[in-house]
């Protein structure tokens, strides 16, 4: 929780072996991930919307892939930045090691 109507998700997705009978969602985007899974970063607003504006509630902080080790997701606004240091920490379950750095120094740009 970052603020009031404000929040991060930092996630762990993983495909499992077709063997195990899991119900999973098979279009986990792994991208160039070597592994059958990564991390997933979301930014959620959950305030209210009075304005005549078109918010996006739920929003992936990277492109369109699971983040492998040395991915970043980041909200220069907030000057906010979520590194995946280890995608493999564990294999089964997948467990990765992320570094989230917040209120770091900002860039002169006030638009981030």
């Known amino acids: 929780r970052v603020s009031s109507g404000l929040f991060y998700y930092v996630e762990v997705r993983q495909r499992p072996p077709a063997a195990s009978g899991q119900v999973f969602d098979p279009n986990i985007p792994l991208g160039g991930s070597p592994r059958d899974g990564g991390v997933v970063v979301y930014k959620i607003l959950t305030d209210v919307n009075n304005t005549n504006q078109q918010w996006r509630y739920v929003t992936l902080l990277h492109d369109d892939q699971v983040l492998a080790t040395g991915g970043v997701a980041s909200d220069p606004a907030r000057a ?5 240091l280890d995608d493999n920490v564990a294999s089964s379950p997948r467990v990765c090691s992320v570094r989230v750095a917040w209120a770091q120094a900002i860039s002169d740009d006030p638009s981030g």
């Open 80 to 84: 906010l930045t979520i590194t995946v």
